[in-house]
């Protein structure tokens, strides 16, 4: 009875396969791959991820997606696959078939399904294909990118029908430059022509790769290899001119980190004469600060980190108003007593970290919005991450400019500096301007170690890597100018990132320090050294 | 004036002196030296490796034992401070007479207490992956030379992900220096052009990694696949990582395998950019033996502290801690000329299931595994060598080292002997 059934069933599914087409007649059902994958070998997978791709069905993009993101898991008590979201304590399963949720799993009853760089290979270009109809243009646009050089025949049928249909400008000019490095291995010479022809000013690795191939060959025609030439020479051209943009981003870059790193040395030390040793250990409790708010926001990376700024600044501000009181004004006038107690008072504050947050390195989580690149061509991306450093350090540098130039504080802080006797003849409370001035360049340090956490590492000796560079920074643009220091910064980072590919990291930074003092011997007193009775006293 | 001072020594000296010796006399402990750095910047890897020797000697005193006598740990902290290593090294050995050491990270530390342990006869285990090109009779080297993690790396890279171009990028000291000329020479051995392999250093704790990851990318757009070799220190991985992922450069399309980027190392960061990364060790925490389960649940019991992870330098103490214990059971005694005989040849189980045993050239012999990074932090197993691969002192692919080799064994009996010449130099290092 049983096997009657099943003969007849069978017998029915033969029918619909032969009438489908004889293709689905050896395909086996979504399911039953996908519940082969978690036993397979790494090749096997392989094998598995393609006909699954093949299978056309909807669910096979959400599915391979989450193998690929290491999302997709079985469970251990039946072998059943699913994909995983993790959430609060535990596993949400979702039906990889349905869509549907599955219910829950704890941590350690479900096991991922593991891949390797080949599968992820694997993978990305199945995906690919199959994402070419997304309806997100940069979707497509990360599909085309995807198969670009890797086209076969069947996959360059597909592309050319999807050229027409294509809307988005963009996407159908990538389509066109996928489709001219296949027709640059055409037969005829007059699409091989065309193809050298639109990829002219192509920035892509493969173009470039390809046209190169093509203007050694000696089997081309002279034509073709004169204008595969001249296309690569156009395309070097460009290249060129994207790579010293990116020189110049990378240097500015570099520069506004120094900025930040020095801008609140330049307040202490700058504006007040302090020379101030446990400067770079303000820079690290701004990034402590930064690292115990993400602890105690949990989840919400990118808020935490734009409130460690208002908060770092209070913290540090705070700590450096209470040095103030407490030590520093003891010893004003007596620059190697202060040195020598702002030494000790970094050795102190390091240690003070280690106790409380472990000798370790803490991590600080990079919000979403600053991770990536912003890819405005092939040869030219600028990463978001430095991208909001610069805009930062920008911004912090001219709010604090306005602060001594437009209010009240500021005025006082000017005056104080420049003349103390006379401001305090005035009415200025000198000793509550010197504390608030110290407490201030504190807090604007504290606010570039925020800047700092997202760059680097998060540690005790974060400060230890800073302070020579703040201090170059500052006698370097001229002690007490503020224009001065992000003169000098955006100079020094520029100088090194043009030095760097030519010296090599290791030398570039020694030729900025040999420059720097063949500079101070030339000028003590920096780029823009401060004139007036102040820079006499 | 110097004779009050011997007076007095005498006066709290010898009753000193009575009191013990009766006590001694019984049951003297095994001395065994620990000299890690449990300050300054080394302090975050070494201190781990101070307490991964502590919980081995108490877990031998549970045993009861080496001897029939106790063991007594003698830690001291060389502060990551190179000289101060050789003078804690010589207070060890002269002052409090410690049977054996194990210590050091990083190879200046070991360059600097080597002439020590040579002079006063002691013994060390080295239990980190160095640059190889040494031998002394008096240093067993538990951690991988070049041939036990560097070169079946590459070999990896070639064979199974077909990457045929190669960027070397590394710190600037003395490891990642060798360690690239000796992966240059056999890079180029295997018929790889000269401009398919370029080397680049970084400062130490290196963060603007912009222009290096911006010339790697430029370096992969060749049109060959090329992988990357890290030799990249300590804290300025972060850094690199977050600019490779943040340029856009995946692990499928430009592969990073790192020598020096562990379990420990990736526990304090945020692992998101690294997956599917590589590296290259002898020992992964994730490893799936019974061994390795039972050393990681007494090691999290140990320090108490589930977040806490094991690595390769611990297993490397773990093998060389058993070896010198086994060495000192067949020796009947701690004596160090007997214990440094007894020890070659000293087979003792390792941790990825298998036996390391103890060579010749006071290497030992390991399997080489690679991993991927995960995002918890741990890494995935992709490939292990078939065998066990024996720890060359000498590189056979650098041409001035091809021809020396090691073997503390009569009638050798030498670290840096010519094979060519005939002559043994008598010089235990380069």
């Known amino acids: 009875m049983g096997y009657k059934c099943i003969r007849v069933a069978t017998a029915a599914v033969l029918l619909i396969l032969l009438i489908l087409g004889p293709a689905a007649a050896v395909e086996r059902p979504f399911g039953e791959i996908l519940q082969a994958l978690p036993s397979a070998s790494y ?68 096991k991922r399904i593991g891949i390797n760089n080949t599968l992820r290979n694997v993978l990305a270009a199945q995906l690919a294909s199959l994402s070419l109809a997304a309806p997100e243009a940069a979707v497509r646009r990360a599909a085309v990118a995807q198969m670009l050089g890797e086209l076969d025949a069947s996959l360059a049928a597909t592309l050319r029908a999807r050229l027409a249909e294509e809307p988005d400008r963009g996407v159908r000019g990538m389509i066109r430059e996928a489709l001219a490095l296949v027709d640059l291995q055409a037969a005829d010479e007059a699409t091989r022509l065309a193809a050298v022809q639109t990829l002219h000013g192509s920035l ?40 010293l943009m990116e020189t110049v981003f990378f240097g500015l870059s570099a520069g506004s980190v120094l900025l930040l790193a020095a801008i609140g040395l330049a307040i202490t030390f700058g504006v007040m004469g302090v020379i101030n040793m446990a400067h770079g250990e303000f820079l690290m409790l701004g990034a402590y600060t930064a690292y115990v708010l993400q602890q105690l926001l949990p989840g919400q990376v990118g808020l935490a980190v734009v409130l460690a700024v208002p908060a770092a ?77 610069i805009l930062f350090a920008l911004a912090v540098f001219l709010a604090l400019l306005a602060l001594l130039r437009f209010t009240r504080l500021g005025l006082q802080v000017r005056a104080v500096s420049q003349d103390r006797q ?5 009415g200025v409370r000198s000793e509550w301007v010197d504390a608030l001035t110290f407490g201030l360049g504190a807090g604007i340090a504290g606010i570039g170690g925020v800047a700092l956490s997202q760059l680097t590492n998060v540690g005790p000796n974060l400060g230890q890597a800073y302070i020579i560079d703040s201090f170059l920074v500052v006698v370097f643009g001229g002690v007490g100018n503020l224009w001065g220091t992000l003169v000098a910064a955006l100079t020094l980072g520029l100088a090194n990132k043009f030095l760097e590919p030519a010296a090599g990291a290791v030398l570039a930074k020694i030729l900025v320090l040999v420059f720097i003092i063949l500079f101070i011997q030339r000028r003590p007193r920096g780029l823009f050294p401060q004139r007036g009775r102040a820079a006499e006293a | 004036m110097k004779s009050m001072f011997r007076r007095a020594a005498l006066v709290v000296g010898l009753p000193l002196a009575l009191l013990t010796v009766p006590v001694a006399a019984a049951e003297p402990p095994i001395k065994v030296g620990v000299l890690h750095s449990l300050s300054g910047t080394m302090a975050i890897s070494e201190t781990t490796l101070k307490d991964t020797v502590l919980m081995l000697i108490e877990q031998q005193n549970a045993k009861g034992g080496l001897l029939g006598r106790q063991l007594e740990p003698v830690v001291v902290d060389p502060a990551s401070d190179w000289p101060m290593f050789a003078e804690r090294a010589r207070q060890l050995l002269s002052q409090d007479k410690v049977d054996v050491v194990f210590g050091c990270w990083t190879s200046v530390s070991r360059k600097s207490v080597l002439p020590v342990f040579e002079e006063l006869n002691g013994i060390l285990f080295y239990p980190v992956q160095y640059e190889g090109e040494e031998s002394s009779r008096n240093v067993f080297y538990t951690g991988a030379a070049p041939n036990q993690q560097a070169i079946p790396a590459v070999d990896y890279l070639r064979d199974e992900l077909g990457v045929e171009r190669w960027m070397l990028v590394g710190t600037d000291y003395v490891y990642p220096r060798t360690t690239n000329k000796i992966l240059q020479a056999y890079l180029k051995s295997n018929g790889v052009a000269e401009g398919d392999v370029r080397e680049v250093y970084t400062p130490f704790g ?36 977050k600019e490779l992922s943040n340029q856009g450069i995946a692990p499928e399309d430009i592969p990073v395998i790192a020598f020096s980027v562990g379990e420990e190392e990736l526990s304090g960061l945020d692992a998101e950019p690294l997956v599917g990364h590589l590296a290259a060790w002898n020992y992964f925490m994730s490893v799936d033996t019974p061994r390795n389960d039972e050393f990681v649940e007494s090691w999290l019991d140990y320090i108490d502290d589930d977040a806490r992870v094991t690595n390769d330098p611990m297993e490397a103490h773990y093998i060389g801690f058993n070896m010198w214990a086994q060495a000192v059971e067949k020796a009947g005694t701690t004596e160090t000329d007997a214990v440094i005989d007894a020890l070659v040849g000293v087979a003792v189980p390792n941790l990825t299931g298998g036996y390391s045993a103890m060579m010749p050239n006071h290497h030992i012999t390991k399997p080489v595994l690679i991993g991927e990074i995960q995002d918890d932090g741990q890494f995935q197993v992709v490939w292990r060598t078939p065998g066990l691969v024996l720890g060359d002192a000498w590189s056979d692919y650098l041409p001035e080292s091809k021809q020396i080799i090691a073997d503390w064994r009569e009638p050798l009996r030498c670290g840096n002997y010519n094979v060519k010449t005939g002559s043994c130099s008598g010089q235990n290092v380069e």
């Open chain 1, 43 to 110: 090749e096997a997978k392989a094998t598995l991820i393609r006909e699954l791709a093949e299978t056309g069905h909807p669910r096979a993009v959400p599915v391979l997606r989450a193998l690929s993101e290491g999302d997709l898991y079985v469970r251990k008590a039946d072998q059943r696959v699913f994909i995983v979201r993790k959430g609060e304590g535990g596993y949400d399963l979702v039906d990889p078939l349905s869509g549907e949720p599955a219910g829950q799993a704890g941590r350690r009853d479900v």
């Open chain 1, 204 to 243: 892509t690795p493969e173009a470039r790769v390809r046209l190169m191939a093509l203007a050694a060959d000696p089997e081309a025609g002279e034509a073709l290899r004169t204008q595969a030439r001249q296309a690569v020479a156009s395309i070097d051209r460009w290249r060129s001119f994207y790579r």
């Open chain 1, 313 to 389: 600044f209070a913290v540090t501000g705070l700590v450096g108003v209470a040095i103030e009181r407490g030590l520093i004004r003891h010893l004003y006038g007596r620059p190697l007593e202060t040195l020598l107690l702002t030494f000790g008072l970094s050795l102190i504050l390091q240690q003070a970290v280690r106790t409380i947050f472990s000798p370790l390195n803490r991590s600080v989580a990079t919000p979403a919005w600053m991770s990536g690149a912003w890819q405005i061509n092939p040869a030219l991306a600028l990463t978001y991450n430095r991208l909001a450093i």
């Open chain 1, 422 to 426: 006379m401001a305090q003849a005035l």
């Open chain 2, 206 to 241: 290196h963060s603007d990694w912009q222009s290096i990851v911006a010339d790697i990318k430029r370096f992969a757009a060749a049109g060959k696949k090329t992988g990357v070799i890290s030799t990249v220190n300590g804290d300025a991985n972060v850094p690199f990582y």
